[in-house]
């Protein structure tokens, strides 16, 4: 009896130890995210001001600053958004309202969640190969957006897809019912109600691509650029320019990179100081992206 | 008349969507097709044999030398550091969120954890040289400046996230009632965590582990920042090491001419790395589709 008692002591005590640690392994996640921004604000706080936004890089470590690689960050991730979003939404809606089940399809779902593990590097190699070299766009910011765009289309395809899953097939029959075909269906009733999950996805994929460096290095951004690209509008005809498009960039963390990469102590300030921008940015995006989620759940009841 | 008009509509509209969502088929066509066009113009040059069984990769040097090994040495070593971390990590922590903790706190910290995700790798990457290497530093006084072990351990609690993630979800699957069945005949939480709901969702966490595998693989700016640019053909952590990854990030930095054979050294590493997280990526979806198949 005894003996007994004892083990049922013992078990609980193991219990009991297991839930501790647990509980700490689920924090050490947590513990290393709040080091970091602490380490990255004590470090690059006092480096932000105005001046940092509107300077160039330069090789003087106070004067040097981040505006074309912001401006470098906003121009990519517009053409990523342009070329991912059309792309990735139609093949979701493809995927889920029109496929049928056949050797296709099946192809078509396996190489998407083979894509989604396929390393952000390879983009790189892929669009250096393709885009630079095959159809001559050059070491561009349309090379470096669309580089993003293909690496992001799995995510958005998948975003899409559990939007639209998730409406039920009621409201697909009423709309039969009233004589739609599939395309009105689609358009009146699917694409609106799996907007705010689609939308979701959409900044969760874009705030991926404004943090990836490597495909954007493998493309050949330039490390040091101290002048903009070719504003998109002008004063003179026709207006609109899209020189832009091809003009060599950089972006926030290929500057993060450079700063990081050199010995000189000033220089890993400007570092810290550029990731607490971009760290922003992400956080910032992230934080959309579940707002957007909350309110759309809130608002449509089935 | 208008019936018709409606019917081409449709069918262009449906045409338009089928492409896009065959589109995803020609990227990874594009990524093989290239990888395997210029490597290809690599291996006329290099015998397979030296490439893959070569000690000693130079190709930037004046005497060039093509032995992948100190890459792929460099890769494996980095991949297991971070892996020593996000297993055990990863698997008790979803071992705590699925059967311990209670409802509210694991809808809370879950959309939390989901934001380690979010940091830019190349934060972390500043944050692996200039935070935990100087750290550990002070507890190994000979650990070299840039070296294999700090940018493990912090990739592998960047990985973290996945792999708990993904093994909560296939602990979560497992029926109550077989829960139930192991508490009534008096074990702990302990004892049917470890011993009925690990083994029911055996699949679902093996596919876990491996996509953080495939995920360590390729992880690259965390390796490129703090591990150093020197292939090494070691398995010792205190060292600097060079991985496939960071070697192409540090040829795609400088200027090599389109077409030289220093080009294609990049594709030839860029291939061994599709290849070996390919291989991960297949055994993994495996596995997710017998989770499905179980219950």
């Not at chain 1, 509980?23 to 470090?43: H, K, N, P, Q, Y």
């Not at chain 1, 809606?93 to 049928?100: C, D, G, P, S, V």
């Not at chain 2, 077989?178 to 093996?206: C, D, H, N, W």
Request: glycine share 8%; hydrophobic share 55%.
């Amino acid at each position: 009896m005894k003996d007994i008692k004892k083990r049922i002591a013992f078990n609980k005590f193991k219990d009991y130890s297991f839930r501790v640690l647990g509980l700490l392994s689920t924090f050490v996640g947590l513990a290393l995210l709040f080091a970091l921004i602490a380490d990255l604000f004590m470090e690059g706080a006092p480096r932000i001001s105005y001046k940092f936004f509107a300077s160039f890089p330069s090789r003087f470590p106070e004067e040097a600053g981040i505006l074309s690689a912001w401006v470098g960050t906003l121009l990519i991730m517009l053409v990523t958004a342009f070329a991912a979003i059309p792309l990735g939404v139609a093949a979701g809606i493809y995927l889920e309202e029109y496929a049928k089940k056949n050797w296709l399809t099946d192809i078509i779902e396996i190489n998407i969640a083979n894509l989604a593990g396929v390393p952000s590097i390879i983009y790189g190699l892929l669009a250096l190969g393709m885009f630079v070299y095959f159809f001559k766009f050059g070491e561009s910011v349309l090379t470096g957006g669309l580089a993003l765009a293909l690496l992001i289309l799995p995510m958005v395809i998948m975003a899409t897809r559990e939007a639209i899953r998730a409406i039920p097939n009621s409201i697909r029959e009423a709309s039969y019912a009233l004589g739609a075909t599939k395309w009105q269906t689609v358009w009146w009733h699917i694409i609106p109600y799996s907007t705010g999950g689609i939308l979701t996805g959409i900044i969760i994929g874009l705030s991926r691509a404004i943090g990836e460096t490597a495909p954007i290095i493998t493309v050949g951004a330039l490390t040091f650029i101290a002048f903009l690209p070719t504003p998109p509008v002008s004063s003179d005809f026709p207006f609109i320019s899209f020189k832009w498009l091809f003009d060599p960039f950089t972006v926030m963390p290929i500057q993060i990179f450079n700063w990081v990469s050199r010995p000189q102590q000033e220089f890993h300030v400007n570092a810290a100081a550029a990731g607490i921008v971009l760290l922003c940015m992400t956080l910032l995006m992230n934080a959309a992206a579940i707002y957007i989620r909350y309110r759309f759940r809130k608002k449509i009841k089935w | 008349m208008k019936k018709s008009a409606q019917k081409i509509r449709e069918r262009i509209i449906e045409t338009g969507l089928f492409l896009s969502a065959v589109s995803s088929v020609f990227i990874t066509l594009g990524i093989v097709i290239i990888l395997a066009y210029e490597s290809f113009g690599f291996f006329m040059a290099v015998p397979v044999t030296e490439f893959l069984t070569g000690t000693v990769w130079t190709p930037l040097f004046a005497d060039p030398r093509f032995g992948i090994l100190p890459l792929v040495s460099g890769t494996l070593l980095i991949t297991s550091i971070a892996l020593s971390v996000a297993l055990p990590v990863g698997l008790i922590s979803a071992i705590y969120l699925s059967e311990y903790a209670p409802h509210r706190l694991r809808e809370t910290i879950k959309p939390v954890l989901e934001l380690l995700a979010a940091v830019p790798t190349v934060v972390y990457g500043y944050f692996a040289l200039l935070f935990l290497t100087p750290l550990l530093q002070e507890l190994l006084p000979d650990l070299s400046g840039f070296n294999a072990i700090s940018p493990g351990i912090i990739m592998g609690v960047m990985i973290v996230p996945y792999v708990s993630s993904v093994s909560e979800d296939a602990m979560k699957a497992v029926p109550m009632y077989i829960r139930e069945g192991s508490y009534a005949m008096g074990a702990t939480k302990l004892q049917t965590a470890f011993k009925v709901v690990i083994p029911a969702a055996f699949s679902g966490i093996a596919a876990a582990f491996i996509m953080g595998i495939s995920r360590a693989i390729g992880e690259t700016m965390v390796v490129a920042i703090a591990a150093g640019m020197m292939p090494n053909f070691t398995f010792n952590p205190m060292e600097p090491v060079q991985t496939l990854t960071s070697y192409i990030v540090q040829v795609s930095l400088g200027d090599v001419p389109h077409g030289t054979i220093e080009y294609k050294t990049i594709f030839a590493a860029g291939m061994t790395l599709f290849l070996m997280t390919l291989f991960f990526n297949i055994i993994g979806f495996w596995l997710r589709k017998r989770i499905r198949e179980a219950y």
